[in-house]
């Protein structure tokens, strides 16, 4: 069975720093893109982050570039996504997500979603 679990999300102060999981199983990572999204409450999914199946380019949103690293540890079959300096806007529900084909802003690109995990930034 193909899933993807998120893990490491939480209540931060602004300006804090966490790093967010993406365990797999049933598949192997390096042979999918794997992106990050987030959802805040009454808005759309939009994508933060993403990392390349093939040589591991990443790409961001404009807004996060500089202050979120995104990679990958093949040997745990894990993605994580690092973000510094985070604010009250970035606040929502982190999921990840995976592809077997290039990295790509719109979520239906993407075949399998874990069950997210809830990030939030507040003082």
């Known amino acids: 069975q193909l899933q993807l679990v998120e893990s490491g999300g939480g209540l931060v102060q602004p300006g804090g720093s966490l790093r967010l999981s993406c365990a797999a199983s049933g598949f192997t990572l390096i042979n999918y893109a794997i992106g990050w999204f987030r959802q805040a409450p009454g808005k759309e999914r939009e994508a933060v982050s993403c990392?390349?199946?093939?040589?591991?380019?990443?790409t961001w949103a404009d807004s996060r570039k500089g202050r979120f690293t995104i990679s990958r540890d093949s040997a745990k079959n894990t993605v994580y996504l690092r973000m510094n300096g985070l604010q009250p806007e970035a606040t929502g529900l982190y999921y990840c997500?995976?592809?077997?084909?290039?990295?790509?802003?719109?979520?239906?690109?993407?075949?399998?979603w874990g069950q997210g995990t809830q990030v939030t930034v507040s003082s």
């Open positions: 990392i390349s199946n093939s040589d591991g380019r990443t």
């Open positions: 997500a995976a592809v077997r084909g290039p990295c790509s802003y719109y979520k239906d690109d993407y075949t399998y």
